[in-house]
């Protein structure tokens, strides 16, 4: 229903312990939000943010600029990648 959560530096703490190990097992567990944090600023981070969950392979292949992306723009995306 909800495709991420946000708690405070002293809420992050309690979350095991209270609603113990489901939320880390459904990859939901919250983003820390700082009381200097700028809310919008924060949601804007997490969902251009994708988590991967890798098992026994070490390497992630990412296509980072197709044939029509100007030089330009596969540079910048090959930086943000890294």
């Not at 309690?14 to 820390?32: D, E, N, S, V, W």
């Not at 809310?39 to 992630?60: D, R, W």
Request: glycine share 6%.
């Amino acid at each position: 229903r909800y495709d991420f959560f946000m708690a405070s530096d002293n809420m992050i703490k309690q979350i095991p312990r209270l609603l113990g190990p489901g939320l880390t097992k459904a990859g939901k567990f919250p983003t820390l939000l700082s009381s200097g944090d700028d809310m919008q600023e924060k949601i804007n981070e997490v969902k251009a943010t994708i988590k991967f969950q890798m098992k026994k392979v070490m390497c992630l292949n990412v296509a980072v600029g197709n044939v029509t992306m100007e030089q330009k723009a596969i540079i910048v995306n090959t930086q943000l990648a890294a």
